[in-house]
């Protein structure tokens, strides 16, 4: 069986770096993706198309021009965009399209897949692969994920992604849920994982297991919080299972040394505020809201995300963040 590997260095990436990417960035890490064999890879802000703004950290270098420059590298790979609805507009997705991208992941809260209708719909409309993204899986039940995965489905996702937002499950809860759209909708199936507890790897091979046949990594684990599965291992331990990927695991490592390693602005590892997102469930963009908060306001970052995560705060609600950590001092 062949799997889909789909890259988020240049997106979920993002988060990590401050949103600094710049044009020289992208396309040498754009140019290594196409020449290893990466079918897909996505370029946006980390919090999506129209991401940029003082809620969400604003851009150094305009996303648009960053999603050009990685087309023009592109000659077997296809670039790849996120778009969550309340950030991202319709118009944006239009502007991505006719820069060359050919594929939108449509991102909602796991409970809120309706307000992406009208998204899915235009994607489809525009010749785009078109996925539904569902954050924050592990908040949901079996039955509420496949309730939300069929109306993606509905809408004209050719794919439904289990998403761990918060890097918060375990590989059979990512088992029972990938299985469970898998025996209950007709399209693909993909998993996207953050490392926030070490199960990222884990949990990726027991989606493939459960019938997933797009999975996410990014290089050097490069993302939000304590990262997302490593795309070069992905590789590695996908072939050693016996699966095959088209991706030339050598060019993907020069690619992780040699581009990727040298603009990180710290290593991917996982401290003691990435555990406590995985441990809290808390979604992991978070991260660097939450240490400038505490920081700010002179409180345990730790009790912070505590805090946040038994509120069962959303992506969108960054705002938040601020507030109970002033709260925090009385």
């Known amino acids: 069986m062949t799997l889909n590997i789909l890259d988020v260095s240049l997106r979920d990436g993002s988060h990590s770096v401050r949103h600094t990417f710049t044009e020289e960035q992208v396309r040498a890490a754009a140019k290594g993706l196409n020449a290893a064999g990466v079918r897909y890879f996505e ?3 980390g919090d999506g198309l129209g991401g940029s703004s003082l809620q969400y950290g604003l851009s150094k270098t305009d996303e648009l021009k960053l999603i050009e420059v990685a087309v023009s590298e592109c000659t077997t790979s296809e670039v790849a965009v996120l778009l969550i609805p309340g950030i991202g507009t319709k118009k944006d997705l239009e502007n991505a399209s006719k820069l060359g991208a050919k594929m939108v992941r449509v991102a909602t809260h796991v409970t809120e897949a309706d307000v992406a209708a009208q998204h899915i719909e235009l994607a489809r409309n525009l010749g785009l692969k078109t996925a539904g993204f569902l954050m924050m899986s592990h908040m949901a039940s079996i039955e509420k994920v496949v309730e939300q995965a069929k109306l993606f489905e509905s809408y004209g996702a050719e794919i439904v992604y289990v998403t761990d937002s918060a890097g918060a499950m375990l590989p059979n809860d990512v088992k029972v849920k990938i299985e469970a759209l898998k025996q209950n909708l007709q399209c693909d199936i993909g998993f996207h994982a953050h490392n926030n507890l070490s199960m990222a790897m884990a949990n990726t091979v027991a989606a493939v297991e459960a019938g997933a046949t797009y999975v996410d990594g990014s290089l050097r684990a490069l993302g939000a919080g304590a990262g997302n599965t490593q795309t070069e291992v992905i590789v590695a331990v996908l072939e050693r299972l016996g699966y095959e990927t088209g991706i030339d ?6 690619l992780a040394n040699d581009v990727i390693a040298p603009l990180m602005q710290q290593p991917q590892e996982i401290t003691s505020s990435s555990l406590t997102l995985g441990y809290a469930g808390v979604y992991s963009s978070f991260l660097l809201h939450a240490q400038k908060a505490a920081k700010q306001f ?16 959303v992506g969108g609600q960054e705002d938040l963040i601020y507030e109970v950590a002033q709260n925090l001092t009385r």
């Open 43 to 45: 370029v946006s802000h």
């Open 249 to 254: 695991l050598y060019k993907l490592m020069d």
């Open 298 to 313: 002179g409180v345990d970052e730790r009790d912070l995300l505590m805090r946040i995560g038994q509120m069962k705060a």
